[in-house]
């Protein structure tokens, strides 16, 4: 019988510790309610909203266990807020602080993890604190005035890298460990050309970030982390940024959602980039990863549209050879592009539509901007979709546009689908060897890159 009653016993205690069950004491909640709210990627969000217990404590409970990551109490009104740790070890245990000072007041039980991680923030907060007020005395300073604040700063700075060190080789398994990891900058051998660091910079950018850790998403540095070696240590040109997102992807396959999540997020970043160019960023990575079934949480209506999608950027991605397009003017007689783009030094293909209120505004600029560059080798072929050809000859007749004007009324060219056109005005430039140099650029842009191509040709 005594048998039985422990087992019974033990099987209670197991189910208690399910799920989440975290107590938090402030002396004074400044509202009556409280959020607990997480970090996924570079945005936050609310997991519970629960009532403060006499002014001073809320508990977040659940059935079901929290995903690891760094969390978030927010103190409505103002939602100020202090963070901490979860793990899925760790999730019942308690915090007491004051909101006088989150950080300085706070006292963990049951979690050695936060121990950790409060400990750590104790240590750097009046160190990274004394860093900046150093840094602020030493604007103005120089001579040995200098010299001495540069030797505290560089003792402040060595402090803490060596409180990272011990608690590295102390805790090489914790959650903090691992986010201290994340934000680690590579170490550049001194005695390198500013070339050579850059080149060595960039290719051990990744060496301490685990990517197999999904634990990294949900804290506020993995995004930014990644992001910042696309934005800021990978040229803006198609090919380098290929190369990157591959790169970053071929790392993230060692976990299932950290791929997911960079793979939706690199998709999504190129989907809305303002960049010329970074078209061609998204066509590879619906074209190389979606297409071949490596998306798939995306629905066969939604995939057949970005493969058809990315399929016809192919056609116009800068450097791409331009399609012909062959049409008539107003009097029926038919132009090539090719003719015009053969015998100019750049050709403006414009699309157009004169009963469209942004065309209205952009034409009478272009046309200032031909009368500028026409005779340095610039031409248009200025392309009408619709089918009110008598309102597109009004048009042309009354405001005088000398290019060539010619029109698709029965969709027979096909230009909508080469030149990726959803909205009008759609502006291309092109040279004289066929090649799209520039794309979707209103016409004061144009007008600018035009002016620095012809100054490269000059020199």
Not at 259 to 275: C, D, E, G, I, R
Not at 391 to 413: A, C, G, M, Q
Request: hydrophobic share 35%; aromatic share 14%; glycine share 4%.
């Amino acid at each position: 019988m005594s048998r039985c009653i422990g087992f019974l016993l033990i099987g209670l205690l197991a189910s208690a510790q399910q799920g989440y069950h975290i107590r938090v004491k402030v002396k004074y909640f400044p509202d009556s309610v409280c959020l607990l709210a997480y970090h996924y990627g570079n945005q936050k969000y609310a997991k519970d909203t629960v009532e403060v217990q006499n002014k001073t404590l809320c508990e977040f409970k659940g059935k079901k266990p929290l995903e690891p990551g760094v969390y978030l109490v927010v103190m409505p009104p103002k939602n100020t807020y202090f963070e901490f740790l979860v793990t899925e070890k760790e999730q019942h245990f308690s915090l007491e602080t004051d909101s006088t000072d989150f950080i300085r007041h706070m006292k963990v039980k049951g979690s050695k993890e936060n121990q950790i991680f409060y400990d750590y923030v104790r240590f750097v907060t009046p160190k990274r604190q004394r860093l900046h007020a150093l840094q602020q005395q030493l604007q103005g300073k120089t001579g040995e005035d200098s010299v001495k604040i540069m030797e505290q700063i560089q003792k402040i700075n060595e402090e803490i890298k060596n409180y990272h060190a011990q608690l590295k080789k102390k805790y090489p398994n914790a959650f903090w460990t691992k986010i201290l990891a994340l934000m680690e900058e590579p170490e550049v051998p001194k005695d390198l050309s500013p070339e050579a660091a850059y080149y060595y910079y960039r290719a051990h950018y990744f060496d301490n970030i685990d990517f197999s850790d999904r634990r990294l998403l949900r804290t506020p540095v993995f995004h930014s982390r990644v992001m910042n070696y696309i934005t800021q240590w990978t040229p803006m040109v198609a090919d380098s940024i290929i190369k990157a997102v591959d790169y970053i992807l071929s790392l993230a396959e060692a976990d299932s959602e950290v791929f997911k999540y960079w793979l939706v997020n690199l998709l999504n970043h190129f989907a809305k980039s303002k960049v010329m160019g970074m078209d061609a960023v998204y066509a590879h990575i619906v074209l190389n990863y979606y297409a071949k079934g490596k998306a798939p949480w995306v629905d066969s209506t939604q995939l057949v549209r970005m493969v058809d999608k990315a399929t016809r950027l192919q056609f116009c991605l800068i450097g791409k050879t331009a399609q012909n397009i062959y049409l008539p003017d107003s009097t029926g007689k038919y132009y090539a592009l090719y003719d015009v783009v053969d015998t100019s030094r750049y050709t403006i293909l414009y699309i157009w539509d004169p009963d469209c209120g942004h065309c209205k505004r952009e034409t009478p600029k272009l046309l200032k901007l031909y009368e500028k560059y026409k005779d340095k080798g610039i031409s248009v072929y200025a392309v009408y979709g619709g089918a009110e050809t008598e309102k597109w000859k009004k048009y042309i007749r009354t405001h005088k546009l000398p290019w060539i004007n010619v029109h698709d009324p029965k969709h027979e060219s096909y230009y909508r689908y080469f030149y990726d056109v959803v909205a009008t005005p759609t502006i291309y430039l092109i040279d004289n060897q066929r090649k799209i140099v520039a794309k979707r650029l209103d016409v004061e842009q144009l007008d600018k890159y035009i002016a620095h191509l012809l100054k490269q040709k000059q020199k």
